[in-house]
C-alpha cells in the first residue's frame, strides 16, 4: 500500500509561504538548542573571575532581562495587532516595520555578525571536545603528566564537512528533529558536568574559593583581574544569546494559538530551564575548580576520570553543536538567498532544483546556488576557527556585541513604538535605564574580550599542537 504526500495547496500558509507546524516544544527544543550552548561550558571560570555574590547575582539578572526583552520582541512578530498583524518573519523584518529602514542597518550588522561569528565558536568548540576525547584517553593511558597535546585543525575541517551536508536542508522548519536531538545532547552534557563538579566538591577535592573570585596578587594582577571580569560579563551575555533567533524561531509556530502567546510560554520554559543548569553549572564547577576553574569545564581537565564518562559528555557536546551550528546558520542562509532572488528573480540556478525528492514525508532537495553559497559559507566559518581558535575570548566578544542591540535595544524600542509609550512616561524611562546600563555592560564585555584576543594572538601558531 502506498502513502500519498499531501498536494502543494495543503503544505502552504494563507500568505503563500510554506505550513508551519511548530509548536511550544518544537520552539522550546530550538531554543534550548541555541542557549544550552557553548557558553554553558565557560561558566565556572566566569564566576571564577566574579566570586560567589557577584557571580550567581550576575547570572540571574542576565536570565531576568533576556526572559523580559524576548516576551517583548515576541509582540513584535506581528505588526499593530499581535494576533492578527501581517507578520514578520525575520528579525530584520520586524525592525523595518517597526522603526522604518534609518536602523535596520545597525540591526542587520548586529545580528548577522553575531550569527557568522557564533559558527565560527561553535566551530571552535566542536572541534576543542572532540579533541579532548583523544586527549582523555592519552592521559588515561599514560598518566596525567604525559604530553597530549594536539591540533584542533584536523578536527575543525571535519566538523565543516558535516556542516556542509547539514546545510543543505532547505530551511528551518526541516530542522525541528535535529534541534530535539541538539537538545537531548545539551541536557546530557550538561549533566554530567554537574555531577563531576558535585562528586569532586562533596570529595573536598575542591579547588579554593573566594567571595570575590580569583584573588589579586595570587592568581591573577590587577589588569587581568578587571579585563579577566569583563569577558567574563560577556561570556554570561553570550550564554543567554538567543533574541537574535527568536523571530526566526517563531516564524514556525502554527498560527493557533496565537504565536506571541506561544514564544513567551517557550521562552519562559527555555530560560528557566537553562537558568537552572547555568547556576549548577557555574557555581558547582567554581566549587570544584576554585579560582583555577578553566575555560572549558569539560576539556580543560580539570576532571580526568571516569574518563569514559568525559568522552560520553564531549561526544554530547559535539553532536549537539551540529544541531546549534545550523539554528544560528539558517537565518543567515535564508537572507542571503532571499535578497539573491529578489535581484535577480528568474535566474535558473536559482530557482531549479537539481535533485527534488521526497524520503517518505521528508523532503530532499538540492538546489545548486544553495550548494555552493552554503558550502562557500561553512568553509569560510571553519577557516576562521583555525586561525583564531580561543574559546573564551571569542564567546566574551560574541557575547558583548550580540546582547545589548539584539537582546535589549531594539526588543524594547519596537515594543514602545508599537505600543505608543511615551519616552518620558514612567514605563519608557524604566525601559531606556535599563537599555543603557546594558548598554555599558556590553562596551565592557567587548573590551575585556578584544584584550584576551590580541594577546592569544600573540602566542598562538595555527596548525601546532595545543595543549
Not at 553575531?114 to 572541534?127: D, K, M, P
Request: charged share 10%; hydrophobic share 45%.
Amino acid at each position: 500500500m502506498s502513502m500519498q504526500l499531501p498536494n502543494a495547496s495543503q503544505q502552504l500558509d494563507d500568505d503563500g509561504r510554506p505550513k508551519r507546524t511548530g509548536t511550544v516544544w518544537t520552539a522550546s527544543a530550538h531554543i534550548i538548542t541555541a542557549v544550552i550552548g557553548s557558553g554553558v561550558l565557560s561558566l565556572a571560570w566566569a564566576i571564577a573571575q566574579l566570586g560567589w555574590i557577584i557571580g550567581p547575582i550576575t547570572l540571574i539578572l542576565f536570565s531576568l532581562i533576556t526572559l523580559y526583552t524576548s516576551r517583548l520582541l515576541a509582540d513584535c512578530y506581528r505588526n499593530s495587532d499581535p494576533t492578527n498583524g501581517k507578520r514578520n518573519p525575520t528579525y530584520m523584518r520586524a525592525v523595518k516595520s517597526n522603526l522604518g529602514k534609518a536602523q535596520i542597518w545597525m540591526c542587520g550588522l548586529s545580528q548577522y555578525v553575531n550569527l557568522c561569528g557564533t559558527a565560527v565558536g561553535y566551530t571552535i568548540t566542536a572541534s576543542v571536545s572532540a579533541a579532548a576525547i583523544s586527549k582523555s584517553r592519552c592521559f588515561h593511558k599514560n598518566g596525567h603528566e604525559a604530553d597530549c597535546s594536539i591540533s584542533y585543525s584536523m578536527y575543525m575541517i571535519s566538523f565543516g564537512v558535516i556542516q556542509i551536508l547539514f546545510s543543505q536542508l532547505p530551511d528551518f522548519h526541516n530542522l525541528w528533529w535535529l534541534s530535539m536531538l541538539a537538545a537531548i545532547m545539551s541536557f546530557t552534557y550538561s549533566l554530567i558536568g554537574v555531577g563531576l563538579a558535585l562528586a569532586q566538591t562533596v570529595s573536598g577535592k575542591g579547588g579554593t574559593t573566594t567571595i570575590t573570585g580569583t584573588e589579586i596578587g595570587v592568581d591573577v594582577t590587577v589588569a587581568e583581574k578587571i579585563w579577566n571580569a569583563f569577558q567574563a560579563l560577556g561570556d554570561i551575555a553570550f550564554a543567554y544569546s538567543y533574541s537574535l533567533v527568536l523571530i526566526e524561531i517563531q516564524d514556525t509556530l502554527k498560527s493557533t494559538p496565537a504565536e506571541n502567546q506561544v514564544m513567551k510560554k517557550a521562552s519562559f520554559i527555555g530560560v528557566l530551564t537553562t537558568t537552572v543548569f547555568y547556576m549548577l553549572c557555574g557555581c558547582l564547577g567554581y566549587a570544584a575548580f576554585g579560582n583555577k576553574a578553566p575555560g572549558n569545564m569539560l576539556t580543560g581537565f580539570g576532571f580526568f576520570e571516569p574518563f569514559w564518562l568525559i568522552d560520553i559528555a564531549n561526544i554530547c557536546i559535539v553532536v549537539h553543536l551540529l544541531g546549534a551550528y545550523q539554528v544560528f546558520s539558517q537565518p543567515v542562509f535564508a537572507a542571503v538567498e532571499n535578497c539573491v532572488k529578489q535581484k535577480w528573480p528568474n535566474l535558473k540556478i536559482l530557482n531549479k532544483e537539481m535533485i527534488d525528492t521526497s524520503w517518505r514525508y521528508y523532503p530532499i532537495k538540492i538546489n545548486l546556488f544553495r550548494l555552493i553559497w552554503r558550502t562557500a559559507f561553512v568553509v569560510t566559518s571553519t577557516l576562521l576557527a583555525i586561525i583564531m581558535p580561543f574559546f573564551n575570548d571569542i564567546m566574551g566578544f560574541l557575547g558583548a556585541v550580540g546582547f545589548w542591540p539584539l537582546t535589549v535595544y531594539f526588543p524594547i524600542e519596537m515594543y514602545m513604538k508599537q505600543k505608543n509609550i511615551a519616552r518620558l512616561s514612567t514605563k519608557g524611562i524604566f525601559l531606556q535605564i535599563l537599555s543603557f546600563i546594558c548598554l555599558l555592560v556590553s562596551i565592557a564585555a567587548a573590551v575585556g574580550s578584544v584584550e584576551g584576543i590580541i594577546v592569544s594572538l600573540g602566542k598562538y601558531k595555527p596548525f601546532h599542537a595545543e595543549l
